[in-house]
């Protein structure tokens, strides 16, 4: 058995032994896999704790760490970390492989003065690893009571006395909820896997549908896509053929449902239970993009929807490089690779920085018509955008964008000559993604 550091050569590897891991043990299907997709470009990310497992030349096994926090009450905050998912092939499962993979990992977190680790799982298991419940060590789960002893959520302190005076409430990073809110990315990304059956069996998480809450334990409860095939995120009654079957706000499902609290076990009055939807409604996937319709094909009529707008702009914030393009006086175009844009607003509006005496300014100045491309070549996917280009100088737009070290650039600062921003404004564009071009207007 040997445990080393990942390497770029075992990401897809390591991606499949993680689907395998997880495949129907929390929910129907997985997402964990995407999960480190992902995680590897987050800031959180930490490669120096991300370690695989080999037996028998074989990768086996893989764990990750994150850094993560502790908001304490008078909101200041107090560094932790966590880890996972951790990932053992199912052949090599309740064999001692997870417990060594992950006492191996600790010590080196310690080694790397890591002072506490905080995670959600299974105290059975992780008690052997030194895990206790959080709430003794007055940490407290977001989204449950302060004075709740929540059985899932675990905790270690690895440097004694690191939570002494420490009292607070750990939120889970927000990478670890990339597949919700990128359902379209993760769904293209899962494609180009090899097809597995999603089932809803026990011994996962609770299922509710994330329409109206209802609690899906079998899968004649759930609805269906518009391929026929199951839908595990929605029940029969909110879901069918692809579609929403109800076009209601949030709150008129929280009174639709409420009709039926008298028959809750236990009952619960219809006052009691609308405060308390109001509570969980929120967190459900239907009201958190409260603008997608539910159809599994979202682009309408040229337009995109909101969750695909999400996607295009989380795909332009995480790339380095924007991809410029102008017209010369022959009607060439000329593309240039420019830093990320400064500033943006929405999909519409781009601010970038450049030299004035630049040939593109000139080539803009001359001919404003120009277009944008951004493309991730891992996930295959890329969006391009026309529109026009303006060469602005005056000091409210230099200064709009002007960040610290620029003078490596522009010595004369704000007000050197050979400093202008480059604006552009997108009238239309078209999206790749899933193998499917969609052109759409802005």
């Known amino acids: 058995m040997n445990i080393r550091l990942e390497q770029p050569r075992d990401f897809r590897e390591v991606e499949n032994l993680t689907r395998e891991a997880f495949w129907n043990v929390y929910r129907p299907g997985c997402t964990e896999h995407f999960v480190l997709n992902r995680y590897r470009k987050n800031p959180d990310f930490m490669p120096e704790l991300d370690f695989v497992m080999e037996e028998d030349d074989r990768i086996i096994g893989h764990v990750m760490f994150s850094k993560a926090s502790i908001t304490q009450e008078n909101g200041s905050v107090w560094p932790a970390w966590t880890f996972g998912p951790i990932s053992i092939l199912p052949a090599y499962k309740r064999k001692g492989y997870g417990l060594k993979l992950l006492q191996y990992a600790i010590g080196e977190a310690r080694e790397a003065c890591v002072g506490v680790l905080c995670m959600e799982g299974n105290i059975d298991f992780y008690r052997h690893a030194g895990f206790v419940l959080a709430s003794s060590l007055k940490i407290h789960y977001h989204g449950e009571p302060k004075e709740s002893e929540v059985p899932y959520f675990l905790a270690q302190e690895l440097i004694p006395g690191y939570l002494q005076g420490i009292e607070g409430t750990y939120h889970t990073p927000k990478g670890y909820y990339v597949a919700d809110e990128y359902p379209e990315y993760f769904a293209h990304y899962e494609s180009t896997f090899p097809s597995k059956i999603k089932k809803l069996q026990s011994g996962q998480l609770p299922q509710f549908c994330q329409s109206c809450c209802m609690p899906l334990t079998k ?159 891992r996930g295959f996917r890329g969006v391009m955008l026309r529109g026009r280009m303006e060469v602005l100088t005056d000091a409210a737009s230099k200064e709009l964008i002007w960040r610290e070290g620029d003078t490596e650039y522009y010595p004369g600062g704000l007000t050197d000559p050979d400093y202008c921003v480059l604006r552009f404004t997108a009238i239309d564009g078209r999206f790749y993604s899933d193998y499917n071009p969609r052109s759409f207007t802005v």
């Open 219 to 377: 899968e004649e409860d759930c609805g269906r896509c518009s391929d026929g095939n199951i839908c595990f995120d929605y029940c029969k009654y909110c879901y069918d053929g692809g579609r929403f079957l109800h076009d209601y706000t949030m709150e008129e499902m929280i009174a639709h449902c409420s009709q039926f609290a008298g028959t809750f076990e236990p009952p619960i009055s219809k006052e009691a239970y609308i405060l308390q939807m109001r509570h969980i409604f929120p967190q459900l996937k239907r009201w958190r993009n409260p603008n997608v319709d539910g159809s599994d094909t979202q682009s309408v009529s040229g337009f995109l929807s909101a969750v695909q707008v999400a996607d295009i702009e989380h795909l332009i914030d995480t790339l380095p490089v924007a991809y410029i393009s102008s017209v010369d006086g022959e009607g060439f175009p000329w593309t240039k690779a420019m830093f990320s844009p400064r500033k943006r607003d929405g999909i519409k509006v781009f601010y970038f920085t450049t030299n004035t005496s630049s040939l593109r300014v000139a080539q803009y100045e001359a001919n404003s018509k120009a277009s944008l491309y951004f493309c991730d070549e």
